[in-house]
C-alpha cells in the first residue's frame, strides 16, 4: 500500500484503507537495485489484503521502475474497499525525464503525469497543473537516496510537506498518517509500515 507519496499510507490513509510507493534512477549504484525488483504482500491485521510490485528495466540511458499496487478488502465475503495504482518513473542519470500514473479508488480514476519542463518539471494531473522543482522525484520509497531531495506525492504530482526525515536507515514521514521505511546498508528497501486514517496498522512482508 504505498503511501501517496509513493506506498499505501494515504490511499488506506484517503483511501488505501484510507492510507497507505522517488524513483530516479540510479544515483545509486546500478548494483544495488535488485534485479528481480520488490515483491510485497500488504499485510492488515494479520490478514494479506493486497500486492505491491515494484519491476525495473532499461532503454539506452534511460531506465524506468514500475510499481503496482493492488488493495482490496472484504469483510462477510464483500469487497468493501478497492484500490489500484499503476505508476512508472523514467530517469536518465539522476534525473527524471518522464513519470506517468493511473489510481483507481473504488471506481474513482486520477491521472498525472511529470515531464521537464525550462528549468523545472510540468505536473498535469486530475487534481490540477502544477511546477516542482528540476531534482524533484516521486515518493515511491524503494530508493533511499532521493528521499532527501524534494519529493512529491505519486498520486497527486504534489509535493509532500513535510519532507521525510532519517534516522540511520529509517526514514519517516512524521504527519498523519506515520510511515516508515527501512533499508538495508547496499540502499535495498527492507521494510515498510503505516497507518490508515482509521488508525489500523499495515505493514509490508516480501512475497
Excluded at 94 to 108: I, K, N, P, W
Aim: charged share 25%; with cysteine.
Amino acid at each position: 500500500m504505498p503511501d501517496h507519496r509513493g506506498a499505501v499510507a494515504p490511499v488506506l490513509r484517503r483511501g488505501m484503507l484510507g492510507l497507505l510507493a522517488a524513483l530516479p534512477l540510479l544515483p545509486r549504484p546500478a548494483g544495488a537495485v535488485p534485479a528481480r525488483g520488490y515483491n510485497w504482500k500488504i499485510i492488515r491485521e494479520g490478514s494479506q489484503i493486497g500486492s505491491h510490485r515494484v519491476t525495473f528495466s532499461a532503454d539506452g540511458a534511460r531506465r524506468s521502475a514500475r510499481s503496482q499496487v493492488e488493495i482490496a478488502i472484504r469483510l462477510a465475503g464483500f469487497t468493501v474497499f478497492r484500490y489500484g495504482h499503476d505508476y512508472t518513473e523514467t530517469w536518465e542519470g539522476d534525473r527524471l525525464v518522464d513519470y506517468r500514473s493511473h489510481s483507481e479508488r473504488q471506481g474513482r480514476a486520477v491521472d498525472c503525469t511529470v515531464r521537464p519542463d525550462g528549468g523545472g518539471l510540468l505536473v498535469a494531473a486530475t487534481a490540477g497543473a502544477a511546477r516542482l522543482p528540476r531534482d524533484a522525484a516521486p515518493l515511491s520509497w524503494w530508493d533511499p537516496a532521493v528521499l532527501s531531495r524534494p519529493v512529491f506525492d505519486t498520486t497527486t504530482g504534489k509535493l509532500v510537506e513535510p519532507k521525510p526525515l532519517h534516522s540511520g536507515n529509517v526514514w519517516r514521514l512524521l504527519d498523519a498518517p506515520f510511515t516508515e521505511a527501512s533499508y538495508d546498508a547496499a540502499g535495498n528497501w527492507t521494510g515498510y509500515t503505516s497507518r490508515g486514517d482509521d488508525g489500523t496498522a499495515v505493514h509490508y512482508e516480501a512475497a
